[in-house]
């Protein structure tokens, strides 16, 4: 249970850990696509940012059909990844005022855990491979 504390909004309670059907859906998901993703890390081609989402960083040295590939499964990793930030806020009973503190969460455990050679945002902005 991490707690969130906003500037003048007493703290919340968020349970990171929940687990509802439609969140294990949502992680089996993510768990699924990762071996797809796993080689546009390595080379560089994909990175987590700072709001805990993947970010296109260089396609250079992609085919045309990677590019797809890899722009296909950024939009769907994201997509899911931001589905499962609300349904955690729901499931927690939190408004979506919290978006942004949990997707900070998520990004702190994503970026922790990134494949070598993946490019890594820091809070100020500033890119670099891990």
């Given at each position: 249970m991490l707690r969130i504390l906003r500037p003048g909004i007493a703290f919340a309670q968020v349970d990171i850990n929940i687990s509802t059907p439609a969140i294990r859906n949502l992680r089996?998901?993510?768990?699924?696509?990762?071996?797809?993703?796993?080689?546009f890390y390595s080379r560089g081609s994909l990175g987590e940012n700072k709001r805990g989402y993947v970010e296109?960083?260089?396609e250079s040295g992609l085919g045309l059909k990677e590019k797809g590939d890899l722009?296909?499964?950024?939009?769907?990793?994201?997509?899911?990844?931001?589905?499962?930030?609300l349904e955690i806020l729901?499931?927690?009973?939190?408004?979506?005022?919290?978006?942004?503190?949990?997707?900070k969460i998520f990004a702190n455990n994503w970026k922790s855990k990134a494949v070598p050679g993946s490019w890594i945002q820091s809070d100020d902005d500033k890119w670099r491979r891990k």
């Open positions: 089996a998901s993510l768990t699924s696509r990762f071996g797809s993703l796993k080689g296109i960083r260089d722009r296909r499964l950024a939009g769907a990793e994201n997509a899911d990844r931001k589905a499962l930030y729901r499931a927690n009973n939190l408004d979506t005022q919290f978006l942004s503190e949990v997707e």
